[in-house]
Structure formats: structure tokens, C-alpha cells
């Protein structure tokens, strides 16, 4: 196999580019409210989505992972000691960086956690079987959207808060709000592609509840609203053109490389790359 194309495997199957997602769209979260940056809550956001999706992974393991039809799944569980090097090095940074965040930060992300673990946890029961929240029709989709509103909008608002930051909870509240919006429009097309593995863990997300073009569509509509509301919020002009422009960046993607009927597996990853590209736009218009 080409070095290239192993480092990228690696990026993406270890959950290093969700996790470098998740960084970014922390510190997004800090230039947008003028918050003061703290890099324990930054540490916590990279490290915590690291395990949560490591965790994910772990949860889902075919009972013969090497015969999965799925090229993630031959990969993760044929790279074992990767998989507990990264999950090892992520849980010891976790544990330094909470050893530096308010108390309140400590509630804050047992409620982010719980609400984490308990889409993949069998905790609930659905016709007489036990499973997570992931079996109710539809949820998938904004039970992630919800995670990632709180950790990377609310995690820092809640330590800035705890350590006597003024907060513009208006502007808090609006940015969370627009985050769900942006990640539903990022996780969509990750459903549409994962149509077929999602029948296989008989998970019903919403293009298996409106059809693969419906949700085509619908992705484009979404990204319509976004951008009519980024106009209309208060925050100043450089934050709304960089995130217009990713808004644009993005659309321009799903139309010429993600919705095309040849589009390979891969391509969807960048949507995560999105995530970053949205940061960087900003920082590079505020400055």
C-alpha cells in the first residue's frame, strides 16, 4: 500500500480527523464570542470526541470483523494496537485537562456524556429488546448534531462562565443553535452514504424514513436557511462571511463531487474537512 494512502487511512479511520474536527470547531466557538481561549477545554473537547468515537467503534464490533464488507471496520479491528494507543493516549489527556476546568465544567460534561452513551448504550428497551437511542427512527441524525452544539459551543461557554467571563448569552445561545443547523447539514450526507450499513445495524435515519433524493434536497435547503440566518444575527461582518463562504464551499461540494452517482466512499470525509475549513475561514477574516 502507498505511504500516502496509509497515512490517510489513518486519519480517518482512527478518528484523528474528527477528533481535529472537534478542536477546531471549539476554538471557532471562542473567536465568535470573543471568549478568552482556554486550551484545557480545548484539550478535553479533542480528546473526549476521540474516545466517544472509539467507543462507538468498539461497541459495534461484528462478531468477525475481518469478513465485515465495510473497509472502516476491517481497518479499526485490524489495527488493534493503534485503536488502544490512541484511546490511551486520549483517555490520560482527558484526565490531565479535567484536573484544570471548573467544577461546573465537570456537570456540564457528565450531562454532555450521558446524552453521548446513550445513543449507543442498550440502556432503553424497543419492542421487548434491549437498545440504545440509536433505534428510535430518525434520531441519529440530530442526537449528533446535539452532542456537538453542546461540547463545542457550550463547553467553553460554561468554563468562561465559571471562571467570571462576561457571556453574550444571546450570542451563546444563537451560535448553538446555528452550530445544530451547520452539523445537520455536515451529517447528513454521511446518512445518505451510509444507507446501506445503517439497514445492516437496523438503524432508520432519515433518508431511509424520506428517500435518498428527499435528503439530497433537503441538504440544500438547509444550507439555504443557514445563510439566510447568518445574515440576520449579530455577530460581525467577518465571522458571517467566513461562514457564508463555508456554507457556499460546502454546497459547491455536495453538488460537483458528493451527490455525483460515482462518488467514492471517501469522498464524504470532507464534510469532516469542513468542520476545519470553517474555523479557518473565520480566523483568517477577524484578523
Known sequence: MHPLKKIYYFIIFSNVLIASAAVAQCLL?????????????????????LLLYNFSLFLSRPKKPQESPYLRTRWVFGHQRIFWINTIL?????????????????????????????????????????????????????????????????????EAWAAAVPIDW????????????????????????????????????????????????????????????????????PVKLGLILTDMLIGIALYVVLFKKSVGYHQVYLLDIALLVQYFCVLLLVQ
Open 90 to 158: 486520549a483517555l490520560g489527556g482527558l484526565v490531565f485537562c479535567l484536573f484544570h476546568v471548573h467544577f461546573y465544567t465537570w456537570l456540564f460534561l457528565a450531562l454532555v456524556g450521558m446524552v453521548s452513551v446513550g445513543y449507543s448504550l442498550p440502556i432503553f428497551r424497543f419492542y421487548g429488546k434491549p437498545g440504545g437511542l440509536r433505534q428510535i427512527p430518525g434520531l441519529k441524525l440530530f442526537h449528533i448534531a446535539l452532542v456537538w452544539s453542546l461540547s463545542s459551543v457550550g463547553l467553553p461557554v460554561v
Open 170 to 237: 444571546a450570542q451563546a445561545n444563537i451560535l448553538g443553535l446555528l452550530k445544530i443547523l451547520f452539523l445537520l447539514i455536515c451529517t447528513l450526507p454521511f446518512d445518505i452514504r451510509d444507507m446501506k450499513q445503517d439497514s445492516y445495524y437496523h438503524l432508520k435515519t432519515i433518508p431511509h424514513l424520506i428517500g435518498e433524493q428527499r435528503a439530497k434536497l433537503l441538504c440544500y435547503v438547509l444550507i439555504a436557511v443557514h445563510i439566510c440566518l447568518l445574515w440576520i444575527v449579530p455577530f460581525n461582518s
Open 29 to 49: 466557538t471562542y473567536i465568535v464570542l470573543g471568549l478568552p481561549s482556554s486550551w484545557y477545554v480545548v484539550g478535553i473537547e479533542g480528546t473526549a470526541t
